[in-house]
């Protein structure tokens, strides 16, 4: 019979010593949970199975002692190893008395702490399946295909850790949805989870958004603001198209991620902020570092666990429950009857090559169950260019590059007739700002070369 996998709860009011610890317990084959203080951890108690809880016991407002004393009430089985000072080592002993397991002084070895609780559990091996939760979907379809099924095993895993992730995948492949989902099998699953557009904000206010300000910091500045960053204290905060972000911002981002404090714009104090941080692009970073467009120190800062998220194209064995998941959800948000697809549309959909991947599929498939007659989706409904269409991919690929120039050179001019306002020059071409910012980054066009 398999041994289970122990879930290490670690309570201290030190991030750093939760960051080390996290990643000691999380290579030895350890499910980790952490907390910030003895108010946190009989929370995470009373949702989450813990086998065992390695505490500080010098915290603020409630100490290793009484956050022990109190757990007593909640569940007494749970061993519990101390981590003190010398000066407390008194209380540690105390505590031994009162049933806890052991205690370890610090400055302590990590290693030395893991072998310890290995020791507790009698040296029994750790089995690397999922941990023993009820797994949250927040309703992301993951499908049956091995890739999906291996991503999301790793997805329960990271979203037990505190790590930063970052997320990589295609334009519409559900990488906001992965960020929600890790959130929502988090340790603070009802922490705040707080969504940054890095893509769609100007630089000039995204440092205010992101860090907030005070009042007469600068012109427009009438009272005190929080930032995004700050709002996400206690939950976790998705900074989405994180490759757009200007060289100024990635340098204060990198900051605040090394030592975890933020500074307001025009603020003297710092603040220490607690939260996980989850970046998410479509874009090439390692290309952008070799172009000295994106920091190489800030890439791996994100980066301690990276998640590619896989095209639709490249797990076609999904497409069928998905499009079945999606044809569902449309008829009843639009009050229709039940409608099937036909023969014809099932190859069809198996075969196209979805460039717009999930996203595409599912505003696709919503037209379709609009459109269709007799409660039956042929492939005419759903209204994709390529159907009918007798090119071979490489034409298609041939007339996609003569697209993308055009599309490149009517961005150039609309710039140069605007002096590079990027508001104006999206009215000119008809297209909201989020999408000229996307485009700008796909064709690596700089708008301030065309600024007066």
């Known amino acids: 019979m398999k041994t289970p996998i122990r879930t290490v709860l670690l309570v201290d009011d030190d991030t750093n010593i939760l960051r080390v610890l996290e990643a000691r317990f999380t290579s030895a084959g350890y499910y980790v949970l952490q907390a910030g203080s003895g108010t946190q951890a009989l929370e995470t108690v009373k949702s989450k199975a813990v086998d065992i809880i390695i505490s500080d016991i010098k915290m603020p407002n409630m100490s290793g002692i ?5 757990l007593q009430s909640i569940s007494r089985g749970i061993p519990i190893i101390f981590l003190t000072a010398y000066g407390t080592i008194p209380e540690a002993v105390y505590a031994i008395q009162a049933g806890a397991v052991d205690y370890l002084a610090k400055p302590f070895d990590g290693k030395k702490l893991v072998e310890k609780v290995d020791e507790y559990f ?20 993951w499908g049956d295909s091995l890739r999906m099924q291996a991503l999301k095993e790793t997805v329960n895993r990271v979203a037990a850790a505190k790590a930063n992730t970052l997320i990589l995948g295609e334009s519409g492949v559900g990488k906001e949805g992965m ?3 890790i959130h929502k099998n988090s340790a603070t699953p009802n922490g705040p989870y707080i969504v940054v557009d890095c893509g769609s904000t100007p630089s000039g206010i995204l440092e205010s958004e992101l860090f907030g300000h005070t009042k007469g910091s ?12 700050e709002a996400a204290h206690g939950g976790t905060l998705f900074l989405d198209e994180i490759g757009n972000i200007s060289t100024e911002m990635q340098h204060r981002l990198l900051r605040f991620l090394e030592d975890k404090k933020i500074r307001r714009v025009g603020a003297v ?22 172009s000295g467009k994106f920091r ?19 797990r076609k064995e999904d497409i069928g429950k998905l499009a079945g998941k999606f044809i569902d959800q449309h008829c009843r948000e639009h009050k229709l009857n039940p409608v099937k697809i036909s023969e014809k549309t099932a190859v069809f959909l198996e075969n196209h090559d979805w460039p717009g991947n999930i996203r595409e599929l599912k505003n696709a498939l919503e037209a379709a169950v609009i459109l269709c007659r007799n409660s039956t989706i042929e492939p005419s409904d759903l209204q994709l260019e390529s159907i009918g269409s007798t090119q071979t991919r490489q034409e298609r690929e041939s007339d996609q590059f003569s697209l993308e120039s055009s599309e490149k050179e009517a961005i ?4 140069k007739k605007t002096d590079g306002v990027l ?3 999206a009215d000119l071409l008809d297209i909201s700002r989020r999408s000229i910012h996307y485009k700008l980054k796909k064709y690596r066009i700089e708008a301030a070369e065309f600024r007066k």
């Not at 009484?66 to 109190?70: G, M, Q």
């Not at 607690?274 to 692009?281: F, G, K």
């Open 122 to 141: 009698g040296d029994q091996p750790v089995e690397t399946s999922l941990p023993p939760h009820q797994f949250d979907d927040a309703g992301l379809y």
């Open 269 to 290: 104090e710092e603040k220490q902020i607690d939260c996980r941080v989850i970046a998410a692009t479509n874009a090439d970073l390692q290309a952008d570092i070799a």
């Open 412 to 415: 150039i001019k609309a710039l």
């Open 179 to 181: 960020a929600l989902c």
């Open 218 to 229: 600068f012109t427009n500045a009438v009272s005190d603001k929080t930032g995004l960053i």
């Open 66 to 70: 009484e956050f022990y004393s109190r």
């Open 296 to 314: 190489q120190d800030l890439y791996y800062r994100l980066r301690v666990v990276t998640l590619d998220i896989p095209p639709l194209r490249k």
């Open 423 to 425: 508001t104006r020059a």
